[in-house]
């Protein structure tokens, strides 16, 4: 089955940048997601890729994918200390019910230290 | 920006009773979602629901599980029996259908079975 892996944890100083990794197995994924959840909150959609880019970048936030080692990476750029959050890699591919299906990785905690 | 929405936030329950997560989709979106998150680990695909029937379930979705599209607006999961495992965060998402078709996550239901 799909699977979707993170490191669970990263730390990183106010003002520099984060990188956050994430692999995944599913040859076949459409779309390649970022999502955001800060505590006690849902889940906030943050960006996501079409499996046929490299890269896509929306102010602060890059993302890069290497489909052949299907490897996607986050990178924020002057990291603040309201990024501290939990970052949700996910991926999706269609399935037979017309819809996107998301499997979600487990979770990298950012930590930003002021 | 529309969103949706979930009651209660938090839901408190005994072993055993019967429990009702209520979610108000997008009005335009066609596809609704359930997922589940039990603490510290990952988010968990349980079920989704197009044209007042399931599209597909998850092993996690067994017979203790229902949803529900009651009326227009709501899309309901209910939980027959609850035990003590089924405490987790369930996020409702809604999209509007195939293609881009990004799922909008709810702020989630915090579910504590006791």
């Known amino acids: 089955g799909e699977d979707v892996e993170q490191s669970l944890f990263l730390s990183v100083r106010e003002g520099d940048s984060s990188v956050i990794n994430c692999t995944y197995t599913?040859?076949?994924?459409?779309?390649l997601y970022w999502y955001k959840q800060e505590p006690g909150a849902g889940l906030q959609l943050l960006t996501y890729?079409?499996?046929?880019?490299d890269m896509k970048q929306d102010q602060r936030l890059t993302v890069l994918l290497n489909k052949k080692d299907k490897h996607l990476s986050l990178r924020i750029a002057d990291t603040q200390t309201g990024d501290s959050a939990i970052y949700f890699c996910?991926?999706?591919?269609?399935?037979?019910?017309?819809?996107?299906?998301?499997?979600f990785g487990t979770g990298t905690k950012l930590q930003v230290i002021p | 920006e529309p969103e949706v929405t979930q009651t209660p936030s938090h839901q408190v329950t005994q072993m055993g009773q019967e429990v009702i997560l209520r979610c108000v989709p997008i009005?335009?979106?066609?596809?609704f979602y359930w997922y589940r998150q039990i603490l510290g680990q990952k988010v968990e695909f349980l079920v989704s629901?197009?044209?007042?029937?399931?599209?597909?379930k998850s092993e996690i979705f067994d017979d203790q599980f229902s949803v529900e599209r009651p009326d227009g607006s709501n899309f309901t999961l209910k939980i027959r029996s609850t035990k003590l495992e089924d405490s987790a965060m369930y996020f409702c998402?809604?999209?509007?259908?195939?293609?881009?078709?990004?799922?909008?996550f709810g702020p989630g239901t915090r579910l504590t079975v006791t």
């Open positions: 996910a991926e999706s591919r269609m399935n037979s019910g017309g819809y996107q299906k998301v499997t």
């Open positions: 890729i079409f499996s046929n880019m």
């Open positions: 998402a809604s999209s509007e259908g195939t293609g881009v078709n990004e799922q909008y």
């Open positions: 599913d040859s076949s994924s459409t779309y």
């Open positions: 629901f197009y044209n007042n029937e399931i599209s597909e």
């Open positions: 009005s335009n979106h066609l596809y």
